[in-house]
């Protein structure tokens, strides 16, 4: 069979609309019957009997349908719900389904039509939220798969149906032998450049309240959303350990109003680097590392050591231990650093000061 070696220009058009189309899938109303039997040709795959499958208005709903029935049969052995399912349903549907998926398709296109392909994908994919309930990034690959079949690829239809109507009408599953917990689909989605996010209230709205905050696509506390700005205190951001909603509490407080209301001073500048002190209001005066995330240009702050008075200081108590021993040089290796996630040349002798931000 001889492969697909090049797109027309309506064909290479078509590629953000299957995007698109398939994303909006997340917030569009369930087909209990089409989710039922999805679930159920999944099992078949597996292995399994087909389940009985129990749907909840969300995936808080879902999870206390199973505690219930948990509750109900404990007296019973064996039970029914001994063996779960998690592990080996995420393995057969994305490891080994997708995979087949791929392999045909990389049989019918050309390799560097296929290379180019994954590229374009890559760059759509960049920019969606990764959020599990939902299950965006797998609505994604549904979507690719689909475009594969308008631009002429033919696929295993058992392998393929099976994909495809799971990952369009199930976006939470807790399966277990013999039966399945289903959340029905939110009834409400609100996105911004492809992430969730809504300043206004919940980012996420299922049928019985139940409800997810997020801000340009990071999960955040109900009042971090419901308070006004000039309200939120700004010492929220300095007990705040997870570093991507200390990054939003900045973004919507402001750097300004923070840094003036906190008593901030600096004590070091170097590049986007400032390391200031803050006054916790608890006596204690000490020092963060204020910086920009090149890739969204929104600053934020951490906390580095309390004797630390430097930028490079603070930049070395943020590296793993076996690189602060390397002395640093302007004319050192380079390295480069992504989150928490340091990279540099093992046969370093010298390291440059500052990384290469992977985004």
Same mark, same amino acid.
């Given at each position: 069979?001889?492969?697909?070696?090049?797109?027309?220009?309506?064909?290479?058009?078509?590629?953000? /609309?299957?995007?698109?189309?398939?994303?909006?899938?997340? +917030?569009?109303?369930?087909?209990?019957?089409?989710?039922?039997?999805?679930?159920?040709?999944?099992?078949?795959?597996?292995?399994?009997?087909?389940?009985?499958?129990?749907?909840?208005? +969300?995936?808080?709903?879902?999870? %206390?349908?199973?505690?219930?029935?948990?509750?109900?049969?404990?007296?019973?052995?064996?039970?029914?719900?001994?063996?779960?399912?998690?592990?080996?349903?995420?393995?057969?549907?994305?490891?080994?389904?997708?995979?087949?998926?791929? +392999?045909?398709?990389?049989?019918?296109?050309?390799?560097?039509?296929?290379?180019?392909?994954?590229?374009?994908?890559?760059?759509?994919?960049?920019?969606?939220?990764?959020?599990?309930?939902?299950?965006?990034?797998?609505?994604?690959?549904?979507?690719?798969?689909?475009?594969?079949?308008?631009?002429?690829?033919?696929?295993?239809?058992?392998?393929?149906?099976?994909?495809?109507?799971?990952?369009?009408?199930?976006?939470?599953? #807790?399966?277990?032998?013999?039966?399945?917990?289903?959340?029905? /689909?939110?009834?409400?989605?609100?996105?911004?450049?492809?992430?969730?996010?809504?300043?206004?209230?919940?980012?996420?709205?299922?049928?019985?309240?139940?409800?997810?905050?997020?801000?340009?696509?990071?999960?955040?506390?109900?009042?971090?959303?419901?308070?006004?700005?000039?309200?939120?205190?700004?010492? %929220?951001? %300095? +007990?705040?350990?997870?570093?991507?909603?200390?990054?939003?509490?900045?973004?919507?407080?402001?750097?300004?109003?923070?840094?003036?209301?906190?008593?901030?001073?600096?004590?070091?500048?170097?590049?986007?680097?400032?390391?200031?002190?803050?006054?916790?209001?608890?006596?204690?005066?000490?020092?963060?590392?204020?910086?920009?995330?090149?890739?969204?240009?929104?600053?934020?702050?951490?906390?580095?050591?309390?004797?630390?008075?430097?930028?490079?200081?603070?930049?070395?108590?943020?590296?793993?231990?076996?690189?602060?021993?390397?002395?640093?040089?302007?004319?050192?290796?380079?390295?480069?650093?992504?989150?928490?996630?340091?990279?540099?040349?093992?046969?370093?002798?010298?390291?440059?000061?500052?990384?290469? #931000?992977?985004?």
């Amino acid at each position: 069979m001889k492969r697909i070696g090049k797109l027309t220009g309506e064909q290479e058009a078509q590629i953000p /609309k299957y995007i698109a189309k398939y994303i909006a899938l997340a +917030s569009e109303p369930m087909n209990k019957d089409i989710a039922t039997t999805a679930v159920r040709a999944l099992y078949k795959h597996m292995g399994e009997e087909a389940p009985i499958v129990i749907f909840g208005s +969300s995936p808080l709903n879902a999870v %206390l349908l199973c505690a219930m029935f948990q509750l109900l049969l404990s007296g019973s052995k064996p039970s029914r719900l001994d063996s779960h399912l998690s592990s080996r349903l995420d393995s057969q549907l994305y490891s080994q389904l997708r995979s087949q998926l791929d +392999s045909q398709l990389y049989s019918r296109l050309d390799s560097q039509l296929y290379s180019q392909l994954h590229s374009q994908l890559d760059s759509q994919l960049d920019g969606i939220s990764k959020d599990g309930y939902l299950t965006i990034w797998w609505l994604a690959w549904a979507a690719w798969y689909n475009y594969a079949k308008f631009i002429g690829v033919e696929f295993d239809e058992d392998v393929y149906s099976t994909f495809m109507a799971f990952t369009a009408n199930v976006h939470f599953i #807790i399966p277990y032998s013999g039966i399945a917990f289903i959340a029905e /689909k939110p009834i409400n989605v609100c996105w911004h450049d492809g992430q969730l996010h809504n300043a206004h209230g919940p980012a996420v709205e299922y049928s019985d309240g139940y409800s997810l905050w997020s801000l340009n696509g990071v999960t955040v506390d109900e009042r971090i959303v419901t308070t006004p700005a000039a309200k939120l205190d700004p010492r %929220l951001i %300095l +007990s705040e350990k997870n570093a991507e909603v200390r990054r939003e509490l900045v973004r919507k407080i402001g750097i300004e109003r923070m840094y003036y209301e906190l008593g901030g001073k600096v004590l070091d500048k170097r590049d986007d680097y400032e390391l200031i002190t803050l006054n916790l209001g608890d006596g204690n005066i000490r020092p963060y590392l204020k910086m920009i995330n090149p890739s969204i240009g929104v600053y934020h702050i951490e906390g580095v050591p309390p004797d630390v008075r430097t930028v490079d200081q603070a930049l070395t108590s943020r590296k793993p231990t076996k690189m602060r021993g390397i002395p640093v040089s302007f004319d050192g290796e380079v390295w480069y650093q992504q989150g928490d996630v340091c990279i540099w040349p093992r046969s370093a002798k010298a390291l440059q000061p500052s990384p290469i #931000i992977l985004t």
